[in-house]
């Protein structure tokens, strides 16, 4: 459990809007959510949604201890250890972990609690915002100093992350501009949402549900059943989405195992007359199809075609060997055990 959930510094004066508010930086922040209908025919709830519920939780953490508006730069990676019921109340914690001259790192959880006492963790994630000025430009934040020994341990955990998240990235990079031939759609529609920052762009949670959905679609078209996403996040954001903007979301299955399905997706967005919208992300979900019985179901292996299918499954292996790199990294706050996922065991 995380203990301490308790105010850092006196209060403080602030501005937010147009109205001046008294608050206090915090490091951490616990938020209680409860999804009681949803797009899923599965009785657990999307992973997009818990994404989108980190994000909520997350950001009032780094907002609160920036005391400044925040935009989404990094989702982490997440392993659904045990999936999410609906109609059940699920409890996200947060806490600041490490800091840059205008980044916060966040730590997160998602535990729901057991009849007999106690808390299951269904997965953990690291979060990156980014404070942002009353101009619009990024600001530098107060730095987080670890004082005990498992704070330290985090925020060592934190900065060897990024290592690997700069691997990744220079990956995608070299992605081909085609993503191949194999299953795929793309989603397009104009962002109208209400999840928004007090700044109007669009929130990276409403992003990563819908590349969550995106993915979700292809792989049921591929494999012809409902499917479950089992790890999902690794996104990184380069540029934020404002209101209005047309969306585009390119789904293709990329990889697959015996029982998994790996999905490469890309969100690009701009005005609706430009022809080249920019890229804002790129996900890698994993997803399976769940029997009924608590296993997956076996899934016909696919098998690259083309040349850039050929590059694309290259990359997307290169991708997920990085994500093992730091999903095999017990977590700072863990048993020996606890949060460690192999993605060759769903091949």
Partial sequence: MFKEFVDVTPNTIVRVGANVVRVARRSSIELTFREVKGTSRDSTVAAGVVVDWIDKTAYACAASWSRASCVTSYVGNMHFAVPVPRDTPVTVQARVVHTGRTSVHVQTRVLIAKPGGGWTVCTECFMIYVAIGEDGEPTSVAPFSPSTELERRRDVDASQRMIHRKQIEETIQQL?????????????????????????????????????????????????????????????????????????????????????????????????????????????????????????????????ISDEDHAVAEKARRIRDLRNATLVTPSPHAGPNEGVVDEAALA
């Avoid at 793309?186 to 929130?203: H, M, N, S, V, W």
């Avoid at 292809?218 to 209005?244: K, Q």
């Avoid at 967005?269 to 019985?293: E, F, H, I, N, S």
């Fill in 176 to 304: 081909p501009a085609s993503m191949g031939t194999s299953e795929g759609l793309t989603l397009r529609f104009i962002a109208e949402t209400d999840q928004r920052y007090p700044d109007g762009k669009i929130r990276g949670g409403a992003v990563m549900k819908w590349i969550d959905l995106a993915a979700e679609i292809c792989a049921e078209r591929y494999c012809g059943y409902d499917v479950a996403s089992v790890l999902t996040g690794g996104v990184r954001f380069y540029r934020p989405i404002t209101e209005g903007d047309l969306v585009e979301v390119d789904a293709r299955l990329v990889l697959t195992g015996s029982k998994s399905m790996h999905v490469l997706v890309r969100v690009r967005a701009g005005d609706r007359w430009d022809k080249q919208p920019q890229v804002v992300a790129y996900g890698l979900p994993v997803m399976v199809a769940p029997d009924g019985t608590g296993s997956a179901r076996r899934i016909a292996r696919w098998e690259p």
